[in-house]
């Protein structure tokens, strides 16, 4: 079974605006991250931050 990535942090990300958090964690890709500022840049969220410590893989 594959998963789709994008859909998981979009589905997060709205999950998360329909419980009232105000905060989410995701695991980070780049492409997570640029999608993710456009939508701060669009006014879709508020504010964001990157924690590049915890490495992957």
């Known amino acids: ?5 994008i ?3 979009l589905t997060r990300l709205r999950n998360a605006l ?3 958090h105000r905060v989410v964690e995701i695991p980070a890709s780049n492409i997570k991250k ?3 500022k ?3 840049h ?3 969220i ?3 931050r990157f924690d590049d410590t915890s490495a992957q893989g």
């Not at 079974?1 to 990535?5: L, S």
């Open 34 to 36: 640029e999608i993710t």
């Open 18 to 20: 329909k419980a009232n």
């Open 46 to 48: 508020q504010s964001y």
């Open 42 to 44: 669009k006014g879709y």
């Open 7 to 9: 859909a998981d942090y």
């Open 38 to 40: 456009v939508l701060y």
């Open 1 to 5: 079974m594959n998963t789709d990535p």
